[in-house]
């Protein structure tokens, strides 16, 4: 079973099946109406969720008194409060033994974690760090089974599939930074649905985080992750940090888009000669950006101004490089822009890679100190960089662990973020058999068609189900 990127009304097979039927008389038909009543019943049947249990899990231990605060880095303080939600999704069904392993080695994690156990206080600078613990909800869900989800995961039923109350949540000051919620479907497999606030952590942290609950699940043992705030100096900021504010809008959709290996290699040799050994993020990230400036354009008659925000996990790019269990926020970006004309693909590619160079120093040359300094003075007229201008932020998880996350019963067969309600947002995952790229991008339903027509010129539909059709 594979998801669907369309949520049709009608289903080609019924109709096949009725046009067969007819030839076999009054009876054919009469199975055609019941296969098709049966369908539709099934379809738009109502949904029941039922809470078999809420609770708060605390570390395993209690956390020493000499950790009980922490100072958050600058990057953290720069960081906004909104919680991420990501879904994943498992063909193995959802048992009391497997409940009681999830619990558990939550736990004993978060000993590890302790400050996600942990509370922001009113300052929005420090977390008390008192083992106040995490959320943890056990469901059931009716009327739906994970077949069904996979061809129509729209965000009603997304939804249900996260503790209540935290699906891109704005503020986390005095909230628990984690909400755990797994779902078992209707006839056998399960949900995940995470959430936890970008405060203590950015997309490494949250599959470092996830991959080390999974191996403790497991019953391996990982090394202790380093706590960011600890180790680099946090500068007293003092400065009129602009609040950051997320784009919500009533009218945004999300759909998801697909590059197969095929697709990506078409897109990089139709910059080759003009771009040297583009990446894949490179392509797919310009192509993206080409299609939504084209929509653009359609919509309102001209050409806007459009400003692209491309984050980078800066771990690996310093002098010397942080590991990868690095907790907390060590993500920064750069920045592309149209200036109010049409780019072609092989400028925009050419921009992204020259915006890494950029950013890194030309190379994985990042001095810890100067770069945080230059942080810190840019900070003032940040919001100026993006006043009358269209914005769009891309955040890249490809070759991040979330396809790995085994908690003992298999790797996931869908992991994606939910639907957001925050306009002008992409993020890139891996799909499941490494072949390729997923895009999730949400913007405001209009926009959204024009880009759908602008992606769908350039894109055959076996490239966007591709993905998942080896299950």
Known sequence: MTPSYQNACTSPELLRDFITWQVHGEAGICKAFCKIHHYFNKKFSKLDMEIISKEIIKPSS??????????????????FQNYIPLLILYKSELTRSSIYVLKKSLSETLKMYYPFAGRLRKDSVTVDCGDQGVVFVEAKMSGCTLSDFLQNPNLERQKLLFAEGFLWKGSCIGEPFVAVQVTSFEGGGMAVGFTISHKVADGCTYGTFLSDWAAMARGEMRPEPIILAKLIPSPDLKLNVPEIVMNQSRNCVTKRFAFGSKKIAELKNSVAGFVENPTSVEVVTAHLYMCVNVASMAKTGSFRKSTWMQLVNMRPRMTKPLPYNCIGNFSWYFTISNNGSQTSLSNLVLEMKNGIKGLCNGGNNVELSNWLMGIKKSTGNAKELFDDVDVYRCSSM????????????????????????????????????GDGIEAVVSIEEDTMRLFQSVYNKDTREHEDRKFMSHL
Do not use: C, E
Request: proline fraction near 9%; aromatic fraction near 12%; charge should be negative.
């Open 62 to 79: 209690p956390t020493p008194n000499h950790l009980k605060t922490l100072n958050l880095s600058m990057l953290d303080q720069l960081t």
């Open 398 to 433: 490809v070759r991040s662990p979330f396809h790995d996350i085994d908690f003992g019963w298999g790797s996931p067969v869908w992991v994606t973020l939910a639907d957001a309600t925050m306009k002008n947002t992409f993020v890139l995952f891996d799909m499941p058999d």
